[in-house]
C-alpha cells in the first residue's frame, strides 16, 4: 500500500556513463511511482533511464496486461524525453501511452516536441508505424483527480520553458516532484546599476518572486517526500550559472527544512559530478530523519527504491 | 451594401479563430525581433517593446492568466508576467505573435492604417495612465490604466483583418457623415469593435476591468459601479488621443461636449487636459526612438 518509488535516472543535462558515476548512475531523469492498492504505475520523465524502466515493465507487468500506461513530463528538454523513443512498451499493439505535460502557450506542442522526436532524421521508426496509441494531455496548474484514490496537484516552476512540478498524493501518502527548478528571480533587480533601471518594477519584481517562490513551497509542504532539482553548490550557482535554471543545495534544503517535509531527495546531478563528489556533498549535506523536526536528505542514486 | 453580413450572422467563430494567432502590430515587429534574438536580453527592454504593442501585451496577460497560471487574481502588469512566465517562454511567444505580423503583410488591402491605430493605441495608453494621476489612482495602480487605454481598440484588429472590405467601406462611410463608427460596424457586420474587444478580453481571461474598458469606452455610463472610473479615464483618454493625438484611428469626429462631460464627472482640470497634449508627443517621441522608428510624417497623418 502507500506509494514506492523507483529512480531509474538522476542525472541532469546529458547522459554522463563512465566509471565516475557507476556508483549515482549516468541516466537522465525517470521515476517510477506504484501507487495504492491497484499498484497504479506513474512514469515521471522519459530521460534515458526509461529505457530500463520499460525493458523492466516489458518482463512483468505487460506479461501480465498491461495496457496504459501514464508519462508524466516535467518538461521537454531533451534530457526529460531523449529516452522515449527506447520505450518497448510503445511497440505493443493495443497499448496506450498517455503523456501528460505543461500547457505552452502554442497550441498541441507536446505533440510536435514527443511525436516530432520519431522522424527520419531523428530516428527510423515513424510515429505511424508505432503500435501503441499515444495520446497528449496538456496541464495548467490545478488539482486532478486521475482515479483508483490517486490525486494530483501541479504547479509551475521557474525553468527557462514551461516546466511542471507535480504533486501526487495516495492512501494519505504524498511526494512531489520539483525539478528542473531554479528559484524565481527578481529580473528587475539585477541591473540595479543600469540605467533603465526602475524602482517601481524592481519592487513588484521582488513582491513577485517571493510570492511565487512561497507557492512552490505551499505546493510541496508536508509532503512525504520531495524529489528536488539541486544541480549546483551554491558556490557554483552564485558563479556564472544564475539563468540556468537549477536550485542550489543549499537553498532546497534550507526552504524544504520549514515546511514540514520529511524526506527530501536531491536530484539532477550535474554530468560533471562524480560519484566522489557526491559522496563528499552528501558528507556534508546529509541527514537522517524522516519526521517533521528532522527530515532525512539523501542525494539520489540510480535503482533506489523508498517506500512511503 | 452588397456585401454586407446578415445581422444574425455575427462571424464569431471566425474571430475567435483568428484571436488565437493574432499578429502583433507592423510598427513593433523589427524592435522586438532585435530585442528577442539579443543573446542577453535585458528585461527592461522585453517590458517596453511588450508593453508598446496592444496585441503582444495582451498576449503575454492572456498566457499568464489562461489555465496556464491556477491564479486566484488576474494579472495585469506586464513585469509580473515576465517574472511568473520566464524571459524565455515570454520572448518566444511574443516572437510567434510578431512572425504573424510579418507574415500578413502590409500590403494587404486593409482600412485600417496599422501605423495610425498604433499611434492611436498607445496616445490612450499614456493619457489614460497620467489622467489616472489626475484623479489621485496610487502609482502602482496606473500601469493598470496604461493597458486598459493601450488595448482599447483592440477588437478592431479582427475585423480589419477578416473583413477587409467591409471594413474599408464602414471607415469611408464613418468619419463622413458623423455618425458612430460602431453602429456601422454592426450595420454592416453585425457586431461592433467594442463587443469583439470584450470578447477578446473574457477569452483572453484579463479581466473585469480591463474587459470593461474595452466594452464600455464608447458608453462609459453604462460602466458597471466598480469600474466606472477607469472606463470613463480610458474614454476620456480615448477622445484627447483624437484631439490631440497625430492619428486618425477612424472612431470618429472629435466631440468637444463629450470630453467636457466627461472630464466634468472625473473632476479633472482643464488645465490637466491641455498639459495631455505636450505628455503624449513626448511618450510617442519616447516610443519611436526605442523602436527605432522615424518620427517626422506621422503627425499630418489624415
Ligand atoms: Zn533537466
Ligand atoms: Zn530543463
Not at chain 1, 528538454?77 to 498517455?98: C, Q, S
Not at chain 1, 528587475?188 to 518594477?201: I, N, P, V, W
Request: aromatic fraction near 8%.
Amino acid at each position: 500500500m502507500g506509494i514506492r518509488i523507483k529512480f531509474w535516472g538522476v542525472r541532469g543535462s546529458i547522459p554522463s556513463p563512465g566509471p565516475d558515476t557507476v556508483r549515482y548512475g549516468g541516466n537522465t531523469i525517470c521515476l517510477e511511482a506504484r501507487c495504492g492498492k491497484a499498484d497504479r504505475l506513474v512514469i515521471i520523465d522519459a530521460g534515458s533511464g526509461i529505457r530500463s524502466l520499460g525493458n523492466s515493465l516489458m518482463a512483468a507487468d505487460v506479461a501480465d496486461g498491461l495496457r496504459e500506461v501514464d508519462i508524466f513530463l516535467t518538461h521537454t528538454h531533451w534530457d526529460h524525453i531523449l529516452g522515449f523513443p527506447f520505450f518497448a512498451p510503445l511497440y505493443i499493439p493495443g497499448m496506450t501511452v498517455r503523456i501528460h505535460g505543461s500547457s505552452s502557450y502554442e497550441e498541441n506542442h507536446l505533440e510536435k516536441v514527443i511525436g516530432g522526436q520519431f522522424m527520419y532524421r531523428y530516428f527510423p521508426v515513424r510515429v505511424e508505424e508505432l503500435a501503441s496509441i499515444i495520446e497528449y494531455v496538456e496541464l495548467g496548474e490545478g488539482a486532478f483527480d486521475l482515479g483508483e484514490g490517486l490525486l494530483l496537484r501541479t504547479k509551475r516552476l521557474n525553468h527557462p520553458v514551461s516546466c511542471m512540478g507535480y504533486r501526487f498524493e495516495c492512501d494519505g501518502k504524498s511526494f512531489a516532484t520539483v525539478f528542473d527548478m531554479e528559484p524565481f528571480q527578481n529580473l528587475f533587480e539585477a541591473e540595479k546599476s543600469g540605467s533603465a533601471f526602475d524602482e517601481r518594477l524592481a519592487r513588484e519584481g521582488e513582491e513577485t518572486a517571493a510570492e511565487q517562490n512561497r507557492l512552490v513551497e505551499t505546493f510541496y509542504a508536508g509532503a512525504d517526500l520531495i524529489i528536488h532539482d539541486a544541480q549546483y553548490t551554491r558556490r557554483e550557482y552564485h558563479t556564472a550559472r544564475k539563468g540556468w535554471g537549477h536550485s542550489a543545495v543549499e537553498d532546497v534544503i534550507e526552504a524544504a527544512q520549514g515546511n514540514r517535509v520529511k524526506r527530501l531527495a536531491l536530484i539532477h546531478h550535474d554530468p560533471e559530478r562524480t560519484d566522489d563528489q557526491i559522496d563528499e556533498l552528501a558528507g556534508k549535506f546529509h541527514t537522517e530523519g524522516s519526521s517533521d523536526e528532522v527530515m532525512d536528505v539523501f542525494f539520489a542514486r540510480e535503482g533506489m527504491e523508498i517506500t512511503l | 451594401m452588397e456585401r454586407s453580413l446578415q445581422r444574425d450572422s455575427i462571424p464569431t467563430n471566425r474571430i475567435e479563430r483568428y484571436m488565437a494567432r493574432m499578429p502583433s502590430l507592423p510598427v513593433t515587429v523589427n524592435r522586438v525581433m532585435e530585442i528577442c534574438n539579443s543573446p542577453s536580453t535585458s528585461p527592461y527592454d522585453l517590458n517596453r517593446v511588450i508593453s508598446l504593442d496592444p496585441v503582444l501585451t495582451g498576449q503575454v496577460l492572456r498566457l499568464v492568466n489562461s489555465a496556464y497560471y491556477g491564479l486566484r487574481n488576474e494579472v495585469t502588469s506586464l513585469p509580473r508576467a515576465i517574472i511568473m512566465l520566464g524571459m524565455n517562454t515570454i520572448k518566444n511567444l511574443v516572437v510567434s505573435s510578431a512572425i504573424l505580423s510579418t507574415m500578413s503583410g502590409r500590403d494587404d488591402v486593409h482600412a485600417l492604417d496599422m501605423d495610425a491605430f498604433w499611434l492611436h493605441s498607445l496616445s490612450a495608453a499614456v493619457a489614460a495612465k497620467r489622467l489616472a494621476a489626475c484623479i489621485k489612482i496610487p502609482a502602482e495602480n496606473q500601469e493598470e490604466y496604461f493597458v486598459g487605454g493601450l488595448l482599447h481598440d483592440l477588437g478592431k484588429i479582427p475585423l480589419n483583418s477578416l473583413f477587409p472590405s467591409e471594413y474599408a467601406e464602414i471607415m469611408a462611410e464613418a468619419p463622413q457623415k458623423g455618425t458612430d463608427l460602431c453602429e456601422k460596424e454592426r450595420k454592416f457586420l453585425g457586431i461592433d469593435h467594442t463587443q469583439v474587444g470584450g470578447m477578446i478580453a473574457e477569452k483572453w481571461k484579463l479581466g473585469v476591468a480591463i474587459e470593461d474598458c474595452l466594452r464600455l469606452h464608447h458608453e462609459s455610463l453604462s460602466a458597471s459601479e466598480r469600474n466606472v472610473d477607469r472606463v470613463r479615464i480610458v474614454a476620456l483618454a480615448d477622445l484627447c488621443a483624437r484631439r490631440f493625438g497625430p492619428d486618425n484611428a477612424g472612431t470618429c469626429c472629435f466631440d468637444e461636449e463629450a470630453v467636457d462631460m466627461m472630464r466634468l464627472a472625473l473632476s479633472i482640470d482643464q488645465t490637466d487636459l491641455d498639459d495631455l497634449r505636450e505628455t503624449m508627443a513626448d511618450e510617442i517621441e519616447k516610443a519611436m526612438i526605442f523602436l527605432h522608428i522615424a518620427g517626422g510624417d506621422h503627425g499630418d497623418k489624415d
